[in-house]
């Protein structure tokens, strides 16, 4: 079947059928499979610091890793419309309490790869992931961030950009191997969820699929395990996570 056609049959499944359900709503776990990972490096604790506050005594039973990106990382602000308005830290951005007092809304993607014979590439969120932690998701949820490079709009390319820096990022999946020509963007959700009471998502997502055979070396500081599954392993697990 041509990618065009899979992508469009594909579409309509998952936007019907699997959005909902396979963004980080559900506490969905299995047993750990057998997987090759990148070894975990040691760091420092950040140096940054939040008003007079320093990071490393903010949440500090927060992995360092994590820790680092929430406050190094700049996540695009938007307006309902998607048009940008601006650029805030990612851990404001995902504090419940400033998406429900100021309404924080930032820009966001989903990949779904699929290799040559339609198995989706799943991942399970690594255990020190601040927001969902060891949820089975799609293969790839995070976001674009303020930098010329990902703020570029035209066919989206500033989300294609960041997409393909995420592959490599948590899976390692080597940007050659999935060229941002190849992403089909699918439209775009408006999307909100609280994942403990102190965390939380709000976001306009993207939807992005793509069909590649790819070589996968997971990030432990990103991803707890992984594995492809057929439309009828997608639909029974689905069916548990809907229990």
Not at 4 to 15: C, E, G, M, N, Y
Not at 138 to 165: D, F, K, M, W
Not at 205 to 227: C, G, M, Q, S, W
């Amino acid at each position: 079947m041509a990618q065009s056609s899979i992508v469009a049959t594909l579409s309509r499944h998952f936007k019907r059928n699997i959005i909902p359900a396979l963004f980080a709503h559900s506490s969905f776990r299995s047993r750990s499979s057998s997987l090759s990972f990148r070894r975990k490096a040691p760091l420092s604790a950040s140096l940054s610091t939040m008003g007079e506050t320093p990071v490393a005594a903010v949440d500090a039973g927060m992995d360092a890793v994590q820790r680092r990106l929430m406050f190094d990382d700049e996540c695009i602000l938007v307006d309902e419309n998607d048009r940008a308005v601006g650029h805030e830290s990612k851990y404001n951005c995902h504090l419940w309490e400033k998406i429900e007092s100021e309404n924080l809304l930032h820009r966001a993607f989903s990949v779904f790869l699929f290799n040559s014979k339609y198995e989706l590439l799943l991942q399970q969120r690594s255990s020190t992931k601040v927001t969902f932690p060891l949820v089975w998701t799609n293969t790839c949820c995070s976001h674009p961030l303020y930098r010329e490079s990902e703020l570029i709009e035209e066919n989206a390319l500033g989300v294609r950009n960041a997409a393909q820096r995420k592959l490599l990022d948590e899976l390692g999946i080597l940007a050659q191997d999935v060229p941002v020509d190849q992403f089909t963007p699918l439209g775009r959700i408006l999307y909100k969820a609280p994942s403990d009471g102190k965390w939380g998502e709000h976001e306009v997502d993207y939807l992005l699929f793509i069909v590649r055979d790819v070589n996968v070396n997971p990030n432990p500081d990103e991803v707890a395990d992984i594995k492809y599954v057929n439309r009828d392993q997608l639909k029974e697990l689905l069916r548990n996570l809907m229990q």
